[in-house]
């Protein structure tokens, strides 16, 4: 079988370094399955790679993408003949931004027949991380806040909803006036915006002085730093994104607040925890979904795979706020 998969083999644009290849696979091993792909979407953590910003631990050259949905069309061994037509996640090997993945048999994350591969294809990066934060990372309380930047962002979304599921009081801050109404109907607690209010003395305000017990950052650069400061003594901060492109001030963060400051990278952990581990978190993010009601936004902006190029200058285009997705079919 010949597929087309894309690549970049230095880092640069997203959209200039970026390129299509033909692959082909001409035999499974036993313990391998075949998945035609369905559906990936684009994220900031696909791309923030390319441009060289994590290029310390990115080898090259490195296949594009890191969540998507597919289908299992062939497997290497009769035994596992039952997988075949299963709606499966093919993560923790290559990248799935190409046509066809061959996995281990024993690393896919079968999907519930009842969730539509258009949610299933987002599972992976947004509500896991989201999750091991608000249940590994952080022990908050009923009456505790967590604090999280980007807050129209869809984690920023699922962060809210977690917040209901589980208890705790929310503080999402943004940039745009209009997110304020719909967020506090999604859950939100309370809503900071960044351009008409001092984000610093908000917090201070909503937590009677005291600070938020949890932080998530997603922009960086003084945004972030900000948010750190919000933090209570001894309290957690977290860095899961760099949507400004710079760095927060960690030496300042480290020598002047009292507080745990960590990056969070969702691929560390997928790295180092078990496959039972693994499994175990998915099977939760579908329960919530299935019976809890976390709602994940089916994708409303769409490209063949084909014109995967004008898909990523849509993405990486400021004034676009929905999330852009590749589809395979």
């Not at 009677?208 to 998530?216: D, F, L, N, S, V």
């Not at 581990?277 to 795979?305: D, M, V």
């Amino acid at each position: 079988m010949r597929y087309k998969s894309l690549y970049y083999a230095e880092f640069g644009q997203p959209e200039l370094v970026i390129q299509e290849t033909n692959r082909r696979i001409s035999h499974l091993e036993e313990d391998e399955a075949l998945i035609e792909m369905m559906m990936a979407p684009i994220n900031p953590s696909d791309l923030i790679p390319v441009t060289g910003a994590y290029a310390h631990r990115i080898p090259l050259p490195s296949t594009v993408g890191y969540e998507g949905v597919g289908v299992v069309k062939e497997v290497g061994k009769a035994e596992n003949q039952s997988l075949v037509g299963k709606m499966v996640l093919p993560l923790r090997e290559e990248g799935t931004w190409q046509e066809a993945v061959v996995m281990k048999v024993n690393q896919l994350i079968v999907v519930p027949e009842a969730i539509d591969y258009r949610i299933a294809c987002q599972i992976y990066i947004n509500p896991i991380t989201a999750w091991l934060l608000c249940t590994k990372e952080f022990l908050l309380g009923k009456q505790d806040f967590l604090l999280v930047n980007a807050g129209n962002s869809s984690i920023g979304k699922i962060f809210i909803q977690l917040a209901n599921i589980l208890g705790f009081k929310m503080i999402s801050v943004v940039r745009n006036e209009q997110y304020r109404n719909p967020l506090k109907k999604l859950g939100a607690d309370y809503v900071i915006n960044s351009r008409l209010e001092n984000v610093f003395d908000a917090v201070m305000t909503i937590t009677q002085g005291k600070g938020a017990q949890a932080a998530i950052d997603m922009i960086g650069n003084s945004a972030g730093t900000t948010l750190a400061r919000c933090v209570a003594n001894d309290g957690n901060f977290r860095t899961i994104g760099l949507l400004s492109g710079h760095q927060i001030d960690w030496q300042y963060i480290a020598n002047h607040l009292n507080i745990t400051a960590k990056m969070f990278h969702l691929r560390h952990w997928s790295e180092n925890c078990s496959l039972e581990e693994c499994q175990k978190q998915f099977e939760t993010i579908f329960y919530l979904i299935s019976e809890k009601g976390l709602q994940l936004t089916f994708p409303q902006i769409i490209y063949p795979f084909n014109q995967y190029k004008q898909a990523i200058e849509k993405a990486l285009d400021p004034t676009v706020k929905s999330k852009v997705y590749l589809s395979f079919n």
